[in-house]
């Protein structure tokens, strides 16, 4: 799960929030206040939104962007100030806000093109209704390269994961080091290993198990579980299967992790990251000028899915290049599993009118269009009619529309079903925990047992209420 945070006590703090609305009100009923975790880059394309609705309907717009947005949302319901917009990734703590009246409900649905498979994502409670708003989008489930680095065959990238597996071997064999693998994130670590768990248990196990353990009603210690542990366990844990090893995976950056695909004589050669990582590079052209790192490269990297554990079709249906894979139809119909994604999910923290405006705007196609156009090619939305290539920001990080294409058709036309990354549906504490274990797995896979116990007894001893009805949801 991306930037996770420490443990949050939620319970208790969020009573506090019955006397926000008294401290809204003494605001500028003309000034919004928004918080969310996009800054840099990031934050440059969200305020061309932003300006927008300003221009759009005499409003001032108050943005403040932090990495520990969540531990700075959670103090300011405490103190009764919290903003009249916050946008997080997790949906389970916004469920928590909500069961607490410190989320307001919203009054209808957005004015825009979402798909049906993100609107029933998004949903907090059984009817039909929305009270939180994903206004962007990542697609996970994904294993980037660089074309003819890897010497792949007539076949093309592995399908499999025993073919992944055989082919991260035999490169090991030669000497070259497959996997790119950073576990260090602040302010919370260990969620790159998390996703890697979670993609393994979706595409091995299936939706309905993963959806199960979402949802708290599948073990910790059940063997879909810990086959999921096992498998991530043997393939980056095998000598000369990580760059660095294992101690280096803890203290690399993630964002830090894939730039050795990149120089010339690469020092590594596939990463598991979300589409995200394509905004993420900007950051690496910057070391072009000693000649670290190599801009083609950067700009034609491309991806293949996570390998399938039955031999079915990819989700989406289509291998890099747009070829059915082999025994697949068209569109790749039929799998018992689907693609992992994410979002970023905006909620409504006060009874003001130009609040309930900004984020029924975040969510127009319109808005989705202007921060897509000036996002290089980073940015992905729930909205079908929103698609890559609309408007092409000039010096975009991914200039590949074909790579960008493929990704926003599984978002928002997949027929295969789409799954939240559990961890952030989980209840936090749980979450939390998860990420946790994951840095001690990988430092010592021998209390793999004791961890897993440790869950265990963790998830049979949280309130039935904390856990979300699941995190996954097929196509129409």
Not at 56 to 77: F, M, N, P, S
Not at 126 to 137: C, N, Q, S, T
Not at 216 to 241: F, I, K, N, Q, Y
Request: glycine content about 12%.
């Amino acid at each position: 799960m991306r930037h996770r945070l420490a443990h949050l006590a939620l319970l208790p703090v969020l009573a506090l929030g019955v006397g926000l609305g008294g401290c809204l009100g003494q605001r500028d009923a003309e000034t919004v206040t928004v918080l969310a975790s996009w800054t840099g880059a990031e934050e440059a394309s969200f305020r061309q939104v932003l300006d927008t609705f300003e221009e759009q309907y005499d409003v001032e717009v108050d943005y403040r962007g932090t990495r520990a947005v969540r531990q700075i949302l959670l103090a300011e319901v405490q103190k009764g100030a919290a903003p009249d917009v916050a946008v997080l990734p997790t949906l389970s703590e916004m469920a928590a806000y909500l069961r607490r009246d410190v989320l307001r409900p919203l009054d209808g649905d957005p004015r825009s093109s979402m798909s049906p498979q993100w609107r029933r994502l998004a949903q907090l409670n059984e009817g039909d209704g929305l009270d939180v708003v994903p206004i962007k989008a990542d697609l996970k489930s994904l294993v980037w390269y660089v074309p003819g680095r890897v010497p792949f065959g007539a076949a093309g990238p592995p399908r499999s994961w025993e073919a992944l597996v055989e082919t991260s071997e035999s490169l090991a064999q030669a000497g070259r080091t497959p996997w790119c693998l950073g576990m260090s994130a602040t302010p919370g670590s260990g969620w790159p290993g998390t996703d890697w768990i979670e993609d393994i248990l979706l595409h091995r196990s299936g939706v309905a198990a993963y959806d199960a353990w979402s949802a708290g009603r599948l073990g910790w210690t059940s063997p879909e579980v810990r086959a999921a542990w096992d498998a991530w366990g043997r393939l980056v844990g095998s000598p000369g299967m990580v760059r660095g090893g294992s101690p280096a995976a803890l203290l690399t950056e993630f964002t830090d992790a894939g730039k050795p695909m990149f120089t010339s004589q690469p020092g590594c050669l596939f990463e598991h990251q979300a589409s995200f990582v394509i905004g993420m590079r900007a950051g690496y052209l910057e070391d072009e000028s000693s000649g670290a790192i190599r801009a083609a490269d950067v700009l034609g990297a491309d991806y293949f899915p996570f390998p399938t554990f039955d031999g079915g079709a990819a989700p989406g249906g289509a291998a890099p290049g747009g070829a059915a894979p082999d025994g697949a139809g068209p569109d790749g119909a039929g799998r018992r599993d689907g693609s992992m994604a994410s979002a970023d999910f905006a909620g409504l923290f006060s009874d003001k009118p130009a609040a309930r405006r900004l984020i029924e705007f975040l969510a127009t196609d319109e808005a989705q269009r202007i921060w897509q156009q000036s996002s290089a090619g980073s940015f992905f939305s729930v909205n079908r009619d929103v698609r890559p290539g609309d408007g092409g920001a000039p010096g975009g990080v991914d200039r590949r529309p074909e790579v960008t294409r493929r990704i926003a058709e599984t978002l928002t036309a997949s027929p295969s079903p789409l799954c939240l990354d559990a961890s952030d549906v989980m209840p936090a504490e749980m979450a939390n925990a998860f990420q946790h274990a994951v840095l001690v797995y990988l430092q010592d896979p021998e209390r793999l047992d004791a961890l897993l116990g440790n869950l265990e007894q963790l998830r049979a001893g949280t309130d039935p209420d904390e856990w979300l009805r699941g995190a996954c949801s097929g196509p129409e």
